[in-house]
């Protein structure tokens, strides 16, 4: 009984595998034929959508604006007092003289006057920078998960 099936089963498969193996398949040199044929540049793709698609993208472009991004800002400087805010204003002044490619900003975070630069998307932009500033600004740290205003 198990002669039989193992029979009917070997027949099966080689009938299977010659349908297969017949069934009709353009050859590697078509296929590059039709790709190196001057009509390949001719032809066109159209693409159909639904206005609600666009109308969704420029809502969500819109809902976007208002999102605020963060990222990562270098931190050069950081005082509390009366003085505070005046040599964060001298500092913030001297570095935009110095580095006028990066943005300083003067920030109060009581009781502290601070003096972030740069808006970083990431810490590795952020590390990059640090070192270039860090012989002017030895105590520089980097300040991740800060709003920025992205470029």
């Given at each position: 009984?198990?002669?039989?099936?193992?029979?009917?089963?070997?027949?099966?498969?080689?009938?299977?595998?010659?349908?297969?193996?017949?069934?009709?398949q353009p050859l590697?040199?078509?296929?590059?034929?039709?790709?190196?044929?001057?009509?390949?540049?001719?032809?066109?793709?159209?693409?159909?959508?639904?206005?609600?698609?666009?109308?969704?993208?420029?809502?969500?472009?819109?809902?976007?604006?208002?999102?605020?991004?963060?990222?990562?800002?270098?931190?050069?400087?950081?005082?509390?007092?009366?003085?505070?805010?005046?040599?964060?204003?001298?500092?913030?002044?001297?570095?935009?003289?110095?580095?006028?490619?990066?943005?300083?900003?003067?920030?109060?975070?009581?009781?502290?006057?601070?003096?972030?630069?740069?808006?970083?998307?990431?810490?590795?932009?952020?590390?990059?920078?640090?070192?270039?500033?860090?012989?002017?600004?030895?105590?520089?740290?980097i300040v991740e998960?800060?709003?920025?205003?992205?470029?």
């Amino acid at each position: 009984m198990k002669l039989p099936r193992l029979c009917l089963s070997t027949l099966f498969c080689l009938l299977l595998s010659y349908s297969l193996s017949a069934q009709d398949q353009p050859l590697v040199p078509e296929i590059i034929a039709d790709l190196r044929s001057p009509d390949i540049l001719n032809r066109t793709t159209t693409v159909t959508q639904d206005q609600d698609i666009t109308r969704l993208l420029y809502l969500h472009a819109e809902n976007q604006k208002n999102k605020p991004v963060t990222g990562c800002r270098i931190l050069i400087f950081s005082e509390t007092g009366a003085s505070g805010r005046q040599r964060g204003q001298e500092i913030r002044s001297r570095f935009m003289s110095e580095f006028p490619g990066i943005e300083p900003y003067l920030s109060w975070d009581p009781p502290h006057y601070k003096v972030y630069v740069g808006d970083f998307r990431t810490r590795s932009e952020a590390l990059r920078q640090l070192k270039s500033i860090s012989g002017s600004y030895r105590s520089a740290i980097i300040v991740e998960n800060t709003p920025i205003n992205p470029r």
